[in-house]
RNA sequence: GGGGUUGUAGGGUAGUCUGGUCCAUCCUAUAGCGUUCGGGACGCUGUGACCUGAGUUCAAAUCUCAGCAACCCCA
């Protein structure tokens, strides 16, 4: 027998074995925190990317900024460079000669693209822009890095950088922002919350940030988007300003808001189970396989997957037939682990009634389908396991969301997923309550609810959640 | 941030303590051939490795130091 996967619930062996034996990542490039994209890991971060795509350029323009900011513009905005000096890889040399100003690999491009803002942001007439890019950054991750989730070099950080003329229409854009992204999370069947972060974990820069979070299977929630208000802050650094109807100059409001790779790490993580990957069909690299189960010479069965195959790539699927000598069994296996989501069986039996076998990879079910019904079969069936994969996630999401009242039931809560909790809003109280339970505070929820804060006792409306996060 | 452990074929391991027995063991992978084929087949014949550098030594996978990398624990 090939070697087994281990089982899901130790996920972070699971996690890793699944990322190479499905051959999404190769984590052996010789530097820390960086890895390779394998050609079928590399298909299904393109199918992801291209739904964000698609939700974006609704009306956002695409741009490509270069990796390079010079020391100058980087240093500009105070906040910005406390929060990311420690992680930040300097170009310091061309070939031997040492450069007069030290060059950074973007940790995030906000100094890159604001100074090009300030050429092109003349009137109010230009407002809002919206831009976004897709570029990998680069950060010097100190702590335990962990492919897709934690990594010195992101390769597919989406970010997107938008200018309004007032701070009300930047915050409007937090909301659009928060829209897109929920929805972005909903095609991929991945359940998440939204919640404002406190101020002492906002993004450096920003008024303030709002989280997407989700849950992953040990417990410990992965942060999957952020969305940044930056008020005038780096408008009033970088001088980006637009001139009003009444003629005046006005400083632009700004907002930015990223996803990056961490989102792959999800879908892997919450649709897979103990036979390997399970994929939303939309995003799987390969949603059809059909398998060939020969007998004797085999040639009818062989010819007759032949013909399901063309017809069902010409009917648009992604489909693949696999004819390779292995045997049945162990190519069941096979693409299981790969997360295809149906598997088509072509045998003697299916042949004499002019059937295939049809095989659920969520539900395992099987199902006798005639050829002529093949493709709106699949069709049915492939909206069935998006649904079921939606229903599953957010059941398994929902069991582990825990209110509590007090420290201790916070403390038991975030064992396994995430503590609702009152919170008075003073910083110290955030800072105790964190120290006490050993999670964070993920941040505050928009819906209320009457209660007390669990360390001084005060009464509020307002609920945040705590977890342990990656 | 602090502490610890480890590095041997594509992956997992034995050998390291006590230097020579090791052109290195086993499982898996992989190539060829044959028998097989409705849920991880089997036989035969092959392929393939001691992290990098320096040191100690007649002799280093084995001992020492450094680098790089991986993992674990604590804050």
């Known amino acids: 027998m090939a070697k087994a996967l281990p089982k899901k619930a130790n996920f972070s062996e699971w996690y890793s074995e699944i990322l190479s034996m499905a051959g999404i990542v190769d984590v052996r490039y010789p530097i820390k925190g960086l890895c390779v994209w394998h050609p079928f890991g590399l298909v299904l971060k393109n199918k992801v990317y291209l739904i964000l795509r698609s939700l974006l350029d609704v009306d956002h323009q695409e741009a490509l900024f270069p990796l390079l900011i010079p020391e100058t513009e980087f240093m500009k905005e105070a906040e910005h460079i406390k929060g990311f000096e420690e992680e930040v890889y300097w170009v310091t040399k061309g070939g031997t000669t040492h450069l007069d100003v030290p060059l950074a690999l973007r940790p995030t491009s906000e100094t890159a ?110 942060q999957i988007g952020t969305i940044h208000h930056l008020g005038s802050n780096f408008a009033k650094t970088f001088d980006i300003t637009y001139e009003d109807v009444n003629g005046e100059q006005q400083y632009v409001h700004q907002t930015c808001y990223g996803i990056s790779e961490r989102c792959i790490a999800a879908v892997i993580a919450i649709h897979g189970d103990d036979k390997g990957l399970v994929f939303p069909p939309e995003v799987a690299p390969i949603q059809v396989v059909v398998i060939p189960i020969p007998f004797g010479e085999g040639k009818d069965v062989l010819e007759a997957s032949k013909r399901v195959h063309k017809m069902l790539s010409d009917a648009g699927f992604r489909v693949a037939l696999d004819d390779s000598d ?3 069994g162990a190519k069941f296996y096979k693409w299981e682990m790969k997360g295809v989501p149906l598997r088509i069986e072509v045998g003697p039996r299916d042949l004499k009634s002019n059937s295939v076998t049809l095989v659920r990879r969520d539900t395992s079910e099987k199902t006798s389908i005639p050829v002529p019904d093949l493709v709106p079969a699949i069709n049915q069936k492939l909206k069935d396991i998006h649904a079921n994969l939606c229903v599953r996630a957010k059941k398994s999401f929902d069991e582990r969301v825990v209110e509590c009242a007090t420290l201790s039931e916070v403390k038991t809560a975030v064992k396994k997923g995430i503590a609702k909790v009152n919170w008075c809003g003073d910083e110290q109280c955030g800072i105790k309550m964190e120290e006490g339970t050993g999670a964070d505070v993920l941040g505050e929820l928009a819906q209320t609810k009457k209660g007390k804060c669990p360390v001084c006792g005060k009464k509020t409306d307002t609920v945040v959640l705590m977890a342990r996060t990656y």
């Open 326 to 328: 292995e045997r049945p």
């Open 113 to 222: 693209i604001y100074p090009m803002f300030k050429l092109w942001i003349r009137s109010h007439a230009d407002l809002p822009l919206k831009m976004y890019q897709i570029v990998n950054t680069f950060r010097y991750e100190t702590k335990h890095t962990r492919p897709l989730i934690r990594v010195r070099e992101i390769t597919s950080f989406k970010e997107a950088h938008t200018a309004h003329a007032t701070w009300e229409a930047a915050e409007k854009q937090v909301y659009e922002a928060v829209r897109i992204y929920s929805k972005f999370y909903d095609r991929l069947a991945i359940p998440h919350i939204i919640t404002k972060r406190p101020n002492w974990d906002k993004f450096p820069g920003a008024d303030y940030s709002i989280a997407v979070d989700t849950l992953m299977p040990d417990g410990k929630t992965l």
